[in-house]
């Protein structure tokens, strides 16, 4: 049991004014009890009592992960358990952003107890990672460049974009992560123009541009990087675009660290493209966080709000995706410290000719 986050999370109800907080959202109930079957379960939490909602078939997994919470046995949804559990309360928090809304009507219909809709107060104290985050974090950003060097080795011209991606795949869990953190991206030339393209049966061939974005979940923690590579000769055309993209990628990573607002890293990463007319083709946002989830908090976007902080995760990857032509992806994921940034990903980033 994790008192020091419990103890944030009652001191966040306590400001809600909620005496208990019923968690569904598998991660959250991952990074507060430490159980890694959280979408069969949930989570009722309160100054009195720790327990965790799960099915008989978790017992033995909820008693070896969950040391000091107490098992209820109940068959989803529960709510006679729940209505049992909650007597003693007079309001309930509910993570609004994850449960549906039938349940959320259910909860009001059947239990004696106010149900409160609340957003995100697990993913804030999420944000800054602990040490033993960022051990698990580091971890996947080392296996992810070992799949990098090795795919490398790997590539040449006739295959196919699905076996590149299958064998990126393999290396992952090969390399330690139990699964991927994503759909894993390997899209070549026109295909390269789709930032989320889907791997396909087209074979490369020379002067074909491969963009790879990849990654895998190590003890639960989501490794995040991208690689556009070229196979033989590049023309001219896709080596100025290379350099330039991985100039704005550069400084979006030059510029990151404790107190600086995100979408100042976004904007400063945006001006650099748009010095070469290229900033029409940058289509999403700088970057994300980076934790228990591929996506989330905090956002690298115009429109963020948070001020970065130390110990925060996020991705920084600009690109560019030109119909007809392809596109160029750059991406690391770093530490933010108070001077600066902690790379995760280490992979060579100077333009790879295959």
């Keep these: 049991m994790n008192k020091e986050r419990l103890a944030k999370l ?8 909620i005496d208990a907080l019923l968690v569904s959202k598998p991660e959250n109930i991952r990074y507060l009890s430490g159980f890694t079957g959280g979408s069969d379960a949930r989570l009722l939490i309160s100054d009195r009592e720790n327990c965790i909602l799960s099915d008989n078939r978790y017992w033995e997994q909820v008693t070896l992960e969950c040391p000091g919470w107490q098992f209820w046995e109940v068959k989803p949804p529960g709510y006679n358990e729940l209505r049992k559990l909650s007597q003693p309360y007079k309001r309930m928090g509910v993570e609004s952003h994850y449960i549906t809304y039938q349940f959320f009507m259910d909860l009001q219909s059947i239990l004696d107890v106010k149900i409160v809709a609340l957003s ?11 040490e033993s985050e960022l051990e698990c974090l580091r ?12 795919i490398c080795g790997f590539l ?21 992560c139990n699964k991927e953190a994503f759909d894993t991206i390997a899209v070549s030339a026109e295909n390269a123009a789709l930032p989320h393209g889907q791997p396909g049966k087209r074979q490369i061939k020379a002067g074909d541009m491969l ?3 990849f990654g895998g979940f190590y003890q639960g923690y989501a490794g995040d990087m991208t690689r556009t590579v070229v196979f033989n000769k590049p ?4 080596r100025e675009n290379y ?4 100039e704005a990628q550069q400084l979006g ?27 029409q083709y940058f289509i999403h946002s700088t970057g994300h966080g980076l934790g228990l989830e591929i996506h989330e908090q905090p956002r690298i976007s115009p429109v963020s709000e948070i001020l970065l902080l130390e110990n925060m995760v996020v991705t920084i990857e600009p690109g560019i995706y030109i119909p007809g032509w392809g596109g160029i992806r750059i991406e690391d994921s770093v530490i933010v410290k108070s001077e600066g940034c902690e790379l995760l990903t280490h992979s060579d980033k100077n333009l790879i000719i295959i």
């Excluded at 995100?120 to 602990?130: N, Q, V, Y």
């Excluded at 660290?257 to 748009?274: F, H, I």
């Design 10 to 17: 009652l001191l966040s109800m306590e400001n809600n004014q």
């Design 120 to 130: 995100g107060l697990i993913e804030k104290l999420r944000l800054c990672k602990e």
């Design 139 to 150: 971890t996947a950003g080392q296996i992810g460049d070992a799949v990098f060097k090795d």
């Design 156 to 176: 040449k011209a006739g295959q196919s974009e699905m076996q590149i991606a299958n064998q990126i795949v393999f290396w992952l869990k090969e390399k330690g």
């Design 211 to 213: 963009t790879m974005d």
């Design 235 to 238: 023309d001219n055309h896709f």
């Design 243 to 246: 350099l330039k993209v991985l």
């Design 253 to 279: 990573v030059s510029i990151i660290k404790s107190g600086v607002p995100c979408r100042e890293v976004d904007q400063a990463v945006r001006n650099c493209l748009k010095k070469y007319d290229l900033d």
